[in-house]
């Protein structure tokens, strides 16, 4: 009857011992869907900011530096999709809370733009990556990553764009964006792949 006792008790204490383990599993899952559920808000506030930069900046008379908005809002778009395709197949639904954009100048625009893809690539999409790798959740890997890595080239868009800001005035720059991935560049004749996800070049369109 001892032994018995004591398997008993034993038993209990695995099952306890797994329900502290699912338990925790769902709180660390819970973590990458609310890094998702961030970043789904984040990219859909931003596609919103961005097409309201454009047209400040065709306003204004700078009609490259709106074309590269026009890109990066598209961009960011298909991020947002992205990210809302992974927290739908967690079980969860998509949310975003769209505010109303702070529309200055095309130059503090175009800073404020920076500031924040700066902030994207350097801080929120690195933490979100650790996070989804350290849960193992590869699809939240996934999306995190590609955001991450268009945003790099979205910063050195904004920063060139900055630089040279009386040369982007005209019209005449053209920018392409991967609809798989958004990945956004320059026009360029050379590319034959998307640099991040080897989407065929069939698979960008030309922005400007």
């Known amino acids: 009857m001892k032994r018995i006792h004591v398997a008993g008790v034993i038993a209990i204490?695995?099952?306890?011992?797994?329900?502290?383990?699912?338990?925790?599993e769902a709180v660390a899952g819970k973590a990458t869907l609310d890094n998702l559920q961030a970043a789904f808000n984040g990219e859909s506030n931003a596609k919103a900011k961005y097409e309201a930069f454009a047209a400040k900046a065709d306003e204004e008379g700078y009609k490259s530096v709106a074309a590269l908005f026009r890109a990066a809002s598209q961009s960011e778009g298909i991020h947002a999709k992205k990210h809302?395709?992974?927290?739908t197949k967690?079980?969860?639904?998509?949310?975003a809370e769209i505010g109303k954009p702070e529309v200055k100048g095309t130059k503090e625009n175009l800073e404020a733009a920076l500031a924040g893809e700066t902030h994207e690539k350097e801080t929120m999409y690195p933490?979100?990556?650790k996070q989804a790798t350290a849960e193992k959740n590869k699809a939240a890997v996934r999306t995190f990553r590609g955001a991450m890595m268009a945003e790099v080239e979205h910063a050195k868009l904004y920063k060139q764009a900055l630089a040279e800001l009386d040369a982007w005035k005209a019209a005449g720059k053209?920018?392409?964006v991967c609809q798989i991935c958004g990945y956004t560049a320059l026009s360029n004749p050379a590319l034959v792949k998307c640099p991040v996800c080897s989407a065929p070049k069939t698979k960008f369109t030309m922005v400007k």
């Open 13 to 24: 204490m695995c099952l306890g011992c797994a329900g502290l383990a699912d338990a925790a």
């Open 84 to 87: 809302a395709a992974v927290i």
């Open 90 to 95: 967690l079980g969860a639904e998509p949310k």
């Open 127 to 129: 933490g979100f990556i």
């Open 174 to 176: 053209e920018f392409m």
